[in-house]
């Protein structure tokens, strides 16, 4: 792999704002052998399919495949694979560089955006059921029931192990990428690798000397901070000469950590009633409370430490596709994005990565109007029995997936010949035994039966959706 030099810096002065370039998104194509060809304009796709020359090789992302051209009898320049991952999503761009001669006669490359693609990851949601599971598992230890004694603490773990939510966004984005380069002349890869300082983030402000070694509250009780911090007081009423208790702003059952910056003095009354409701719920009614609290939270750091775990492992996996991988800085990232005059989101993030020298004229002349939506939905459960709120099974579900051919979350289209629903309808479907499946449509959620449906395209685990790209430049990132 390939380490660029740091990007950091100031920003390039020399005048340029981005206006203008913006086009449709490129449809991906497919030679008579399923090679991967230069993707084509929407225009000239639906030129291909009208004249019989191209069929639909898959809706999502839309590709085609030509009848009678093989790769052999194409000219195919090749396109550069742009990723910029993130904790809740990641953006991917397609990309192609020209040399070009500008009026004075010097070459400058440009580089044009083809397609853009947003993936959005479940690695909350996938962290939120594993916490479910440990507490049915805790339960069922303590409770008078079947005992299932604890596993050690001591197990060992393979090399380059990560927890299941962060091994999805690996994983995720590989499955992408690997797609993408499936349906691409992709020559090569860059994507944006960088490193997050949680300690100097934890403290607001840069550490120097013993306090980057030991922490800003090394040899400090916990106690005695937060009761110095909120003068022995109750957080929430202010009551003093009472018992107080530490209690956490975002609750532990909610995903909130030990961090001090969570942690306030609530009284016993004030801290039963709160519960494991989130402080912004709590205090919704007395929103001054609440400001005067929330200036002391600092921003959580769960995503900060995910991209810290997951950037090296993310690098080696995309290593296996077989295309040479550049490793680039976040500071090169957002110094192309801003002399650019680009928004901040993860597909102009990843647009911009990569080598631009600003001071030759080298600029991004082009970027899709349209973003791809991907949102990782996964493939349903492995458990066949539908537990209640105490982790005991209420009932059990079906052994197979399948019924009468279809299986929750393909691509269907259903033609309903009467009723309330009448017409041709496409959607995701939700499978039921008795072969009465749920249509999911933009429009709304219907029964339908399998006879009246066709099958279009197999769910993959994903749900596809579409945006605009903005224009103008914004503070701060979606997603």
């Given at each position: 792999?390939?380490t660029?030099?740091?990007?950091?810096?100031?920003?390039?002065?020399?005048?340029h704002?981005?206006?203008g370039?913006?086009?449709?998104s490129?449809?991906?194509?497919?030679?008579?052998?399923?090679?991967?060809l230069?993707?084509?304009?929407?225009?000239?796709?639906?030129?291909?399919?009208?004249?019989?020359?191209?069929?639909?090789?898959?809706?999502?992302?839309?590709t085609?495949?030509?009848?009678?051209?093989t790769?052999?009898?194409?000219?195919?320049?090749?396109?550069?694979?742009?990723?910029?991952?993130?904790?809740?999503?990641?953006?991917?761009?397609?990309?192609?560089?020209?040399?070009?001669?500008?009026?004075?006669?010097?070459?400058?490359?440009?580089?044009?955006?083809?397609?853009?693609?947003?993936?959005?990851?479940?690695?909350?949601?996938?962290?939120?059921?594993?916490?479910?599971?440990?507490?049915?598992?805790?339960?069922r230890?303590?409770?008078?029931?079947?005992?299932?004694?604890?596993?050690?603490?001591?197990?060992?773990?393979?090399?380059?192990?990560?927890?299941?939510?962060?091994?999805?966004?690996?994983?995720?984005?590989?499955s992408?990428?690997?797609?993408?380069?499936?349906?691409?002349?992709?020559?090569?890869?860059?994507?944006?690798?960088?490193?997050?300082?949680?300690?100097?983030?934890?403290?607001?402000?840069?550490?120097?000397?013993?306090?980057?070694?030991?922490?800003?509250?090394?040899?400090t009780?916990?106690?005695?901070?937060?009761?110095?911090?909120?003068?022995?007081?109750?957080?929430?009423?202010?009551a003093?000469?009472?018992?107080?208790?530490?209690?956490?702003?975002?609750?532990r059952?909610?995903?909130?950590s030990?961090?001090?910056?969570?942690?306030?003095?609530a009284?016993?009354?004030?801290?039963?009633?709160?519960?494991?409701?989130?402080?912004?719920?709590?205090?919704?009614?007395?929103?001054?409370?609440?400001?005067?609290?929330?200036r002391?939270?600092?921003?959580?750091?769960?995503?900060?430490?995910?991209?810290?775990?997951?950037?090296?492992?993310?690098a080696?996996?995309?290593?296996?596709?077989?295309?040479?991988?550049?490793?680039?800085?976040?500071?090169?990232?957002?110094w192309?994005?801003?002399?650019?005059?680009?928004?901040?989101?993860?597909?102009?993030?990843?647009?911009?990565?990569?080598?631009?020298?600003?001071?030759?004229?080298?600029?991004?002349?082009?970027?899709p109007?349209?973003?791809?939506?991907?949102?990782?939905?996964?493939?349903?459960?492995?458990?066949?029995?539908?537990?209640?709120?105490?982790?005991?099974?209420?009932?059990?579900?079906?052994?197979?997936?399948?019924?009468?051919?279809?299986?929750?979350?393909?691509?269907?289209?259903?033609?309903?010949?009467?009723?309330?629903?009448?017409?041709?309808?496409?959607?995701r479907?939700?499978?039921?035994?008795?072969?009465?499946?749920?249509?999911?449509?933009?429009?709304?959620?219907?029964?339908?039966?399998y006879?009246?449906?066709?099958?279009?395209?197999r769910?993959d685990?994903?749900?596809?959706?579409?945006?605009?790209?903005?224009?103008?430049?914004?503070?701060?990132?979606?997603?």
């Amino acid at each position: 792999m390939e380490t660029a030099e740091n990007g950091s810096g100031d920003v390039p002065t020399h005048g340029h704002t981005y206006a203008g370039g913006i086009g449709a998104s490129r449809i991906f194509v497919l030679s008579k052998d399923g090679r991967p060809l230069m993707p084509c304009h929407p225009a000239r796709a639906r030129e291909l399919l009208g004249k019989g020359r191209a069929v639909v090789a898959r809706q999502a992302p839309f590709t085609i495949r030509l009848k009678d051209r093989t790769l052999a009898e194409s000219e195919v320049d090749g396109v550069q694979l742009r990723i910029d991952p993130g904790s809740k999503g990641t953006g991917l761009a397609l990309t192609d560089e020209k040399k070009e001669a500008d009026e004075q006669g010097a070459t400058v490359t440009v580089r044009r955006g083809l397609i853009s693609v947003e993936l959005q990851h479940r690695g909350d949601r996938i962290r939120m059921c594993m916490q479910q599971r440990a507490g049915y598992r805790r339960r069922r230890r303590s409770a008078n029931c079947r005992y299932r004694a604890p596993r050690s603490d001591n197990r060992t773990r393979p090399g380059g192990w990560l927890p299941p939510s962060l091994r999805h966004r690996v994983d995720t984005t590989l499955s992408l990428a690997r797609r993408m380069c499936r349906y691409a002349p992709v020559t090569e890869i860059h994507m944006e690798r960088v490193a997050f300082d949680t300690h100097a983030m934890s403290a607001g402000r840069p550490l120097t000397g013993a306090e980057r070694q030991q922490g800003t509250l090394a040899g400090t009780e916990i106690r005695s901070y937060l009761l110095t911090k909120w003068n022995r007081a109750c957080a929430y009423c202010d009551a003093t000469g009472v018992p107080l208790n530490i209690d956490h702003l975002r609750p532990r059952s909610r995903g909130g950590s030990d961090r001090v910056s969570n942690l306030v003095l609530a009284c016993v009354p004030c801290n039963q009633a709160k519960g494991s409701t989130p402080v912004d719920i709590f205090l919704a009614h007395r929103p001054d409370r609440l400001a005067k609290i929330l200036r002391q939270v600092r921003t959580p750091l769960h995503d900060a430490a995910a991209m810290n775990a997951t950037r090296w492992r993310l690098a080696e996996a995309l290593e296996t596709l077989g295309r040479p991988v550049h490793a680039w800085s976040g500071g090169r990232t957002k110094w192309n994005r801003t002399a650019m005059g680009l928004a901040k989101t993860h597909t102009l993030d990843a647009l911009s990565v990569g080598r631009l020298d600003h001071e030759s004229g080298d600029a991004i002349v082009r970027l899709p109007v349209q973003v791809l939506i991907v949102k990782a939905t996964g493939r349903g459960s492995y458990a066949r029995t539908t537990p209640d709120r105490f982790g005991f099974p209420r009932l059990r579900r079906a052994r197979t997936k399948q019924h009468f051919g279809y299986v929750t979350g393909d691509l269907v289209r259903a033609v309903m010949p009467t009723g309330k629903w009448a017409g041709t309808w496409t959607g995701r479907i939700s499978v039921r035994a008795m072969g009465q499946h749920s249509l999911t449509t933009p429009a709304g959620r219907f029964n339908v039966r399998y006879r009246n449906l066709q099958l279009v395209q197999r769910g993959d685990g994903y749900g596809y959706a579409a945006r605009r790209e903005p224009v103008g430049p914004t503070s701060r990132k979606t997603g």
